[in-house]
């Protein structure tokens, strides 16, 4: 196989087209540099006929997971929510806890099947250990990163209104909002409003008033301003009239997670497609297997990577690639997985260690009156207001989404509602119907995402013994919830039955219905949680070389020509989904390296990197 | 198309506000006439096949909702009351079209080359013998197919007073985008005597006006009418999207007019920019056409008997696009914000046609049930 791509030089050589590589792509090509992207899985999300493919594929899935639009290619396996159910899959659990999160290996990456939630991080985020004693601080601040929040806001096209979501601190710039409007409201969190807004709950003799709020979708809603909502994109500009007029607004279908129909929740091919095209290659079906480094200047002078043409088979050639500039944004997991494969880890090294989640619970119950359940975006609203405050200092925050979505995540409701009334209450015929209609619109359910710090336990490492069908190696992944995680989850779990409470809500979480989810004990008390996807933690970024691998730009302390972004540069996560940080810290990271690379000579044929 | 700005100009057909309220009713009932013709073939689809079909279409209805919502927009802003729910707005199918082109019949057929030689007719670009004069003679209508049609309709097309040109009943407007030159040439001429008088044509509750808060992303940029020049940009615009601008096949957007989307489905391949008009050089356009429900061309509600669950369907589906008229018409008259709940709305209407086509009509051996669209007297 001739590669092209192999005999031409480029300023920046990026692996990973997911949100940051996309972003960082756009910029620089922007800033007039050569960008070369490699992608691991396959490119087909990128053209509307590709597209329209997954979604016949989601359609025919008898499981409707966040896999199952997004099969992956044999050469680029992937985590599957169900592995923790059958014991098999692309992670080697390590224990003792099962780590239960997945991500999509594919031109898009993980905002694929995103939910397109864009929580801000609180300002106490990033200070947890100075202000509670606890975990780490950032080497940022949220001021450091505000200008570029709202920017990201802009990139990816976040729906909310200001006026919901200055809470805990958060702060906009003067005459600041979002894009767009905030997506309006479902039913269900409109009567949920009703009964819980002012209500309060008490942890350990703390009272903490509640209020259900909208949360910032990355989904196009009514844009504000000048702004324009991107709709759906079509890397074919032969074919690019056939995309009119689709997604450029949230139409109200239930399937955001794990994907949207018609494009209206962002995915990073709409980012990618807005790049400079003439100084963008984007290379899909090429897994980086190894960074390549000069041992004696440390830079890194070339990514080895492996093409393969049929995703149904391992049967590849190997070939390098070449810039001045490298980039990992391949997720931080395989961010550390590359790292570590190619020897720049281990020992003191903190690359793969200090991996983190949002271990997450379901409360659910059957609401007094209807709520208008399974319709809608799977969610449009939570309870922010547990995210922060002075019991940080003692237990893990947390965050209730609302879920319009009735007991689909919990129980396999509606169907399993259907079963159950057949098969366990012999109900037929109008009976049957005239239950399912009373029940099944008060579906109620809140999932908890808790938060969790990073400890050098927590990690992924690699084991010469689990390889992949290419010979790359798996991810070993070791993790246990902790008792500062327990303890949040403590909260979280009676938080949830003093709403139910208070709301009339019957409470019918049952932890024995999600049998298969992984479990922690504590007090006596067990947790059934499932994991929220966000992985963070893996190349942490610090002040100093010795305490981290990065620096504040995500730039690699030990190589100076090599960048390794996204979540697995966190510190700590509070409780927002990282995508619209790690957006913002791509921004920011973009930034520097178009100012570090015009700063600098372009290299001539034949020299070593010279950045 | 200039607007004349230094001389004055001479009276067209339309010479009163009541005459032009008369005309942008019409141009109303024209755009939404189109939609059950288009929203029928689509649905008739079958699912996951025809792509190319499915968005070519898809762009198109989405665009005449624009259409619809510009219309209105004019009509509000010349004092007029958009309503969708008079009797007759919708036409019975088969129809001719209400700006008066009588030389062909509009039906509600599934997909297929008829439907898409029916769409060409209906998009055809302008071809007035002489400028300035943008009617021809009624004698195209001898078509000895729209006659032999004729007989065999089960009623006579409704040719009411508007569906004539005002004092011309031999004469015709050849095409859509000729009608509207017309609108144009009238608001243009009215704004001008009203303005000798101290007046303006333009005296509508801009509050009614759709803006783009209420109206994006439905079919390009909605165009909030309060004088002439907004008028006519509106205006155009529809003219535009259907025909193409100065005889190209592409709109003032950049994007690519109706009839020559249209015609990619003739022809079989694609339009690529800078292409002329009849000659695509693009991709080729994949139709299966054997892919498509069989939809009964004209359905009425007689076709379903009485007591079936398929009557039940299409008189159900009836009311609820009579209520979905309802509720346009509302948010044409001062509640815009009504037109956020038209997107969910929408799903129903979807759903109601979905019911129909993909269901058999009993003893009428493969042809499939259909909306009938038949509204008026349909309350919800």
Partial sequence: MTEAAEHEEYDVVIAGAGVNGALIAKHLTHAGFRVLVLEAGPGSAWSLDGYSRHLDHFYAAASKGPESPWPPAVAAPQPDTADIRSGAGYFVQNGPDKYGSSYTRAQGGSTLHWLGVCLRMLPEDFELRSRFGVGHDWPLRYADLEPYYGRAEHEIGVAADVADQAHHGIEFPDGYDYPMRRIPLSFSDQVLADTIDGMRVTLEGESIALQVRSYPAGRNSVPRGAYRPVGAVDADVDRHDMITHLGERCAGNTSCTPICPIEAKYNAGKTLAQADRGKLRVLAQAVVSKVSVDPVSGMVDGIEYQRYADPASPRHTVHTARGRVYVLAAHAVENAKILLASGLGGGDSLIGKGLIDHPALYAWGLSPVPVGAYRGPLSTAGIEDLRGGAFRARHAAFRFDIGNDGWRATTGGPDSSVVDAVTNQGLYGTKLRAHLAATLPRHVRFSLAVEQLRSEANAVTIDPRHLDAMGNPRPVISYRIDDYTMGGMAAAAEAARQVFRQAGIADCTDPEAGGWFPSVRRDGEVFHYHGMGHFGGTHVMGHRAGESVVDTHQRSWEHRNLYVVGSGSFPTMGTSNPTLTMAALALRTAEHMTEALAARQPIRQGEPSGF | ?380
């Fill in chain 2, 1 to 380: 198309m200039t607007l004349p700005t230094t001389r004055d100009i001479a009276p067209g057909d339309i010479t009163t506000i009541e005459e032009l309220q008369d005309y942008l009713y019409r141009g109303m009932q024209l755009e939404h006439a189109t939609i059950p013709v288009y929203l029928t073939a689509l649905y008739s689809l079958h699912p996951e096949t025809n792509a190319d079909a499915w968005h070519i279409l898809r762009v198109i209805a989405i665009e005449e909702m624009l259409h619809l919502t510009l219309a209105a927009n004019v009509m509000n802003a010349v004092g007029g009351q958009p309503d969708l729910t008079k009797k007759g707005f919708v036409p019975t199918y088969p129809a001719r079209l209400p700006d008066g082109e009588t030389d062909f019949l509009v039906p509600l057929q599934p997909f297929s080359e008829d439907a898409v030689h029916t769409f060409l007719q209906i998009e055809r670009p302008r071809k007035a013998p002489e400028p300035g004069k943008r009617i021809v003679a009624r004698s195209r209508a001898h078509d000895p197919e729209v006659l032999q049609a004729d007989q065999h309709l089960d009623h006579r097309p409704v040719i009411g007073p508007l569906l004539t040109v005002p004092g011309r009943p031999e004469e015709q407007f050849y095409s859509i985008g000729e009608f509207y030159e017309e609108i144009i040439h009238g608001v243009t001429y009215l704004e001008q005597e009203y303005r000798k008088q101290g007046k303006t044509l333009f005296t509508g509750d801009p509050s009614r006006q759709v803006t783009p808060e209420y109206y994006y992303s439905g079919g390009g940029e909605i165009v909030a009418v309060t004088d002439l020049e907004s008028c006519v940009k509106a205006l155009q615009l529809i003219a535009e999207q259907g025909e193409g601008l100065g005889g190209g096949i592409y709109d003032g957007e950049g994007e690519l007019a109706h009839y020559y989307r249209f015609q990619q489905l003739k022809i079989g391949r694609f339009y690529l920019p800078p292409d002329e008009p009849d000659r695509p050089t693009g991709p080729p356009v994949t139709i299966d056409w054997a892919a498509v429900y069989p939809v009964k061309k004209n359905p009425r509600m007689r076709d379903y008997p009485q007591g079936s669950q398929l009557r039940a369907a299409a008189e159900e589906f009836n009311k609820e696009y009579a209520a979905f008229l309802g509720m346009l018409t509302r948010a044409y008259t001062g509640q815009p914000q009504l037109l956020l709940e038209a997107v969910w709305q929408m799903f129903h209407v979807r759903d109601g046609i979905v019911r129909l086509v993909r269901n058999p009509l009993p003893g009428r051996d493969g042809v499939n049930a259909g909306p009938t669209f038949e509204v008026d007297g349909a309350t919800p």
